[in-house]
């Protein structure tokens, strides 16, 4: 199997530039990626147990080599993004001696990540994080941009900060021990590039379906991390705190999200609650014109390919109910993401309750 040729990928933020590094075997070098911000004070790695069973020699090998390494360890599944997981973090952290020198590193997916970025936005004012992620959701959407977050009972995501990571360091090697239902949800935000930005990567999905989910062919899975990577970062350098294209990022979370709420958080994956949300998404796109018959067909196509657990009955009340509290909504009014054809991705004012209910005939039977 050929390696991964390293990539760098750099995001412009001014004073909180960073970079993204790719590089398949990373994990054995981060002794040495790390140095920079090595200063021999305390660090802390939050993980969880499924991802230190596996890689536990990381953290050997950097305890090796010198760093003062505790690992904090939160539960496997989405319940960790809640504030009492945070606060149990910020008091263990003080235990273990941690002050504003401290690095705290995300060892994990899109949980481990958001909630690690939001403990090291708030312990002691803030603290520096790194990004490792070990999930393909995180490699190529949420470890990058500093969107940190808790979720609250009422809605995903509602309490965070924007906070930008030092670094973020992908390691496509992690992925060998991804569950196959975590790189299908992981694949909904790719192809989510895709409907928004760049149609190769729909293509790409539509045509190697298979060879994905199987994580066989590095080399496209190097190309698809690594343009997803760029979109991402191109995306956030422009817009850091969303006041315009960034909005685009969250094609099919409107819907998804409120899905994911109303399951409590402990139902459908994040990935899979998305997919769910685009085949909505698509529809109101199709139904207002913007996405032609024939690309509304291909797209639902593509995205049946998808192996997801089913939805249930949703109650389309309660569906309003969630998406009137998005983050997007201002004024009262739903800012919606909609396609202009697979490839572009447009803001609408133009979705109303009628549209979304009726989008929910999409996904349920
Ligand atoms: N901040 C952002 O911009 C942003 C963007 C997209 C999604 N998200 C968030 O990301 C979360 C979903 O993240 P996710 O899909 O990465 O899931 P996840 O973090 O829940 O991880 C999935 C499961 O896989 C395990 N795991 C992780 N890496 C592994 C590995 N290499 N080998 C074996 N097991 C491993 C984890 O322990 C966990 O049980 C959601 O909360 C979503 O809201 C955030
Ligand atoms: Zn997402």
Redesign the pocket.
Known sequence: MTSIQAQIIDLDLGADSYSIHVEDGLRHRLSELLKPWNKGQQWVVL?????LA??QSVIDELNAAGYRIECIVVP???S??NIRFAEQVWSQMVEIGCDRSSVLLAL???????LG?FVAATYMRGIPFIQI??????MI?????????V?LAAG??LVGAIYQPQTVLVDPG??????RR?VI??LA?AIKYGFIRDKSIFDTIEARFDDLLSLSDQALLSDIIAKSCRIKAQIVSNDQFENGERRL?NYGHTIG?AF?TIQDYGGL???EAVLYGMKCANFISNKKGLLSDSQYQQAQRVLNLFDLPELGKVDPQRVLEVVSHDKKNINGKLNFILIDGIGKGVVSTDVDHSDIVDSLSTVQG
């Open positions: 993980s969880q147990a499924a991802i596996e890689y496997g599944d989405e960790a993004k994990g997916g899109g949980v481990v990540g958001d970025g992620p070990t999930t393909l959701l995180a959407d949420s470890a990058i941009g500093g969107k940190t977050a979720n995903k995501n992690f992925l060998a021990t991804l569950p975590n949800s992981s935000e990022l999200h994911e994956y994040h990935g």
